[in-house]
């Protein structure tokens, strides 16, 4: 009697363990359906979220300057220098750019250049002052920069029409023999050319900007003729040197549009 009442016991305790397993089991995975439905809502409403501040129109995030961010006006202060110095060619230049988005400038410069040589052989090349124009644009590498300072690669064309006068040429050949002092007075050249470049502008005072671009300038068309080759090209340098330098100094006039609005939302991390 007292086995049967022991073995009841023991089967009773055993069915009352399963069934308390068996609900914590099954609390359990209540327990984590409801958080998994939890986090999937959480993570619904996060992905809303993002997906409601990715949709901000892009250009309001994509620049820090207004469209139109200025008027600059400049000189190119080394070729007055270097002629100032000594140097037989040169020219006075002048450069008008817009700052588009800080992001691009397009310009337009233009002067007048001369040159007065005297070769080694006593030839003299008369270059008169003669107009050139040059038209590119710029592209600033740090536009959405706070920082007063641009560095920038340049693209321009340009062209000029000019005049020289070439005197005390001697010239031989096995029929006529030599021939000095041979003048050739008013040649017309037409020159084009194109200039990629680099540099760098700061600004060192209020509105006041300086930098240098440094240039390869291939020729499009040379300007020689059947009777000589030009030794100035107003607004390119030397014939046959295909570098050169700027250094400009700019004043940008108080001239702009209304900054954009910037919309500082960002992307929310989901946090599980």
């Known amino acids: 009697m007292s086995k049967r009442i022991i073995s009841l016991l023991v089967i009773n305790i055993l069915s009352l363990f399963l069934v308390t397993l068996s609900y914590s089991q099954t609390t359990r995975n209540n327990n984590k359906k409801t958080l998994t439905a939890t986090q999937s809502k959480n993570e619904r409403y996060w992905e809303e979220q993002n997906k409601k501040h990715k949709k901000a129109p892009k250009d309001s995030i994509a620049h820090v300057y207004p469209f139109f961010n200025g008027l600059r006006v400049g000189v190119n202060i080394l070729n007055p220098a270097l002629m100032a110095f000594g140097q037989d060619w040169g020219s006075y230049e002048g450069v008008v750019e817009a700052s588009i988005h800080n992001r691009f400038f397009p310009e ?135 570098f050169g330098v700027n250094y400009n100094i700019y004043y940008q006039l108080p001239i702009k549009t209304k900054k954009p609005k910037i919309n500082t939302a960002k992307s929310i991390d989901i946090k599980k």
Do not use: C, H
């Open 108 to 242: 337009w410069s233009f002067g007048v250049g001369s040159a007065d040589k005297t070769a080694d052989n006593g030839s003299r090349y008369i270059g008169n002052n003669a107009f050139f124009n040059r038209f590119g644009v710029s592209y600033n590498f740090r536009y959405n920069s706070t920082l007063p300072n641009y560095f920038v690669f340049s693209v321009r064309y340009g062209i000029s029409s000019y005049k020289a006068d070439i005197t005390g040429l001697s010239f031989s050949d096995d029929y006529w023999g030599s021939i000095d002092n041979i003048n050739l007075y008013n040649q017309k050249f037409t020159s084009q050319w194109v200039e990629l470049g680099a540099g760098i502008r700061v600004q060192v005072f209020k509105n006041i900007y300086m930098g240098w671009t440094v240039y390869v300038k291939p020729l499009i068309k040379s300007g020689s003729t059947e009777n000589a080759n030009p030794y100035y090209i107003p607004g390119y340098g030397t014939y046959g040197n295909k």
